[in-house]
């Protein structure tokens, strides 16, 4: 059974900080990984996604990397700022189109 | 409307109702999916529909009957719901399965509670 854990569990930190945020899974036959933003009480956005022979992406101030070998996904964010408060998931699929979500971490970035 | 939407976005009903909670999605996208959130657990997948056809249900009690007329619209009936089965339910589509890049794109979601 495939297991995915985001470490840490929550995160409070003074805007303008550089934060990392870790996503450990078990299984290292991922498909593709994808990162994703939920604010409270509301939908799924993604963020970034990694397909399993790329090693990282980025979108603005968000990088994204990927490490099959350790079983290890980062997802990078420079400069926080208010607005990035949020809980941030990680999901993977292995050859099939079915997401593997891990436990997720919840930021909040104060003023 | 873009992306995917979900109807209701809020529900409460008592245990012997029956409800729907509908997903569209205006992406051209040919799989859909059920999700299901319950507080602080990991997301699960509970239904998947490619080209109309479900290939997958992840062990969910029969109170719960999805129905996918097209590729476009998906349902989730409820009927006889328990209490623990108040949750946030997410509705997700994608291009489908055999294609190299399958973002999922996920709906606001339809906040569940059980009475």
């Known amino acids: 059974k495939q297991e995915v854990t985001q470490i840490p569990a929550a995160l409070s930190v003074p805007e303008g900080e550089n934060l990392v945020l870790n996503c450990s899974f078990t299984d290292s036959a991922i498909y593709n990984l994808q990162w994703f933003r939920q604010d409270p009480g509301k939908g799924l956005t993604s963020l970034l996604l990694i397909q399993s022979s790329q090693r990282e992406q980025t979108s603005g101030r968000l990088n994204a990397s990927l490490d099959k070998s350790s079983g290890r996904s980062t997802l990078y964010i420079a400069a926080s700022q208010p607005g990035d408060s949020a809980t941030y998931l990680c999901?993977?699929?292995?050859?099939?189109?079915?997401?593997?979500f891990g436990t997720g971490t919840r930021l909040q970035v104060f003023p | 409307e873009t992306g995917v939407t979900q109807t209701p976005r809020h529900l409460v009903m008592g245990m012997t109702n029956k409800k729907s909670l509908k997903c569209e999605q205006h992406l051209g996208h040919n799989a859909m999916y059920w999700y299901k959130q319950s507080a602080k657990k990991p997301l699960e997948l509970m239904f998947v529909y490619s080209l109309e056809e479900r290939v997958e249900n992840n062990s969910v009690p029969s109170r719960f009957s999805p129905e996918c007329p097209n590729s476009s619209h998906l349902f989730l009936h409820l009927h006889t719901l328990q209490p623990e089965d108040s949750a946030l339910y997410l509705c997700a589509s994608t291009w489908g399965r055999g294609r190299p890049y399958n973002e999922q794109f996920f709906g606001p979601g339809t906040r569940l509670t059980v009475l």
């Open positions: 999901a993977l699929s292995y050859n099939t189109d079915k997401l593997i």
